[in-house]
T-cell receptor, first 111, second 115 residues
Framework: KNEVEQSPQNLTAQEGEFITINCSYSVGISALHWLQQHPGGGIVSLFMLSSGKKKHGRLIATINIQEKHSSLHITASHPRDSAVYICAVSPGETSGSRLTFGEGTQLTVNP | NAGVMQNPRHLVRRRGQEARLRCSPMKGHSHVYWYRQLPEEGLKFMVYLQKENIIDESGMPKERFSAEFPKEGPSILRIQQVVRGDSAAYFC?????????????FGPGTRLTVT
């Protein structure tokens, strides 16, 4: 079993829909990251969080440390949101540790 | 402030040749990570370096792979005697040395194809 599990693996939505991607992890962490990988392959860090909730534009990330679960929400989705969304954790209690990644969620938003 | 730079972006090598992948971290960043993404697979950690030191190489294959981050110049990931299974995208990421932050900034990746 992977230390980081994401669901769903694939997600297709219509423009304007509200989207949720889930991430569960099985190890102690110091931080959880949400990343975006575009078709060209580049990776962008969207959020890093260790508690609560963060919001940036139409993106919202939440984390529940007790349940070892995080969600990434996209409001009013747009075709340009189409990408692979990757959940990653920094295992352990100290900073600087390497990231462990989920398999990613392929999101396709149709116009 | 330029982002993390990687070169080359695309590299083609024949089986048995050597591949050298370079990563220049963001200015002021002294910590570098290398990750590998095999075709149709997720990202996997390879090695974590600080200037002149390897901190964690638990993800590196035991043979043919090495990494360095010298006092001056970029970090280098070196793969000797490449095989077809080494074909992948190799990403580096960097961060500052501040203990309070763990955000990593990713480079665009080097796509290695072994023929």
């Amino acid at each position: 079993k992977n230390e980081v599990e994401q669901s769903p693996q694939n997600l297709t939505a219509q423009e304007g829909e509200f989207i949720t991607i889930n991430c569960s992890y099985s190890v102690g962490i110091s931080a959880l990251h949400w990343l975006q990988q575009h078709p060209g392959g580049g990776i962008v860090s969207l959020f890093m969080l260790s508690s609560g909730k963060k919001k940036h534009g139409r993106l919202i990330a939440t984390i529940n440390i007790q349940e070892k679960h995080s969600s990434l929400h996209i409001t009013a989705s747009h075709p340009r949101d189409s990408a692979v969304y990757i959940c990653a954790v920094s295992p352990g209690e100290t900073s600087g540790s390497r990231l462990t990644f989920g398999e990613g969620t392929q999101l396709t938003v149709n116009p | 402030n330029a982002g993390v730079m990687q070169n080359p972006r695309h590299l083609v090598r024949r089986r048995g040749q050597e591949a050298r992948l370079r990563c220049s971290p963001m200015k002021g960043h002294s910590h570098v990570y290398w990750y590998r993404q095999l075709p149709e697979e997720g990202l996997k950690f390879m090695v974590y370096l600080q200037k002149e030191n390897i901190i964690d190489e638990s993800g590196m294959p035991k043979e043919r792979f090495s990494a360095e981050f010298p006092k001056e110049g970029p970090s280098i990931l070196r793969i000797q005697q490449v095989v077809r299974g080494d074909s992948a995208a190799y990403f580096c990421a960097s961060r500052t040395g501040a203990a309070s932050t763990q955000k990593q900034y990713f480079g665009p990746g080097t796509r290695l194809t072994v023929t």
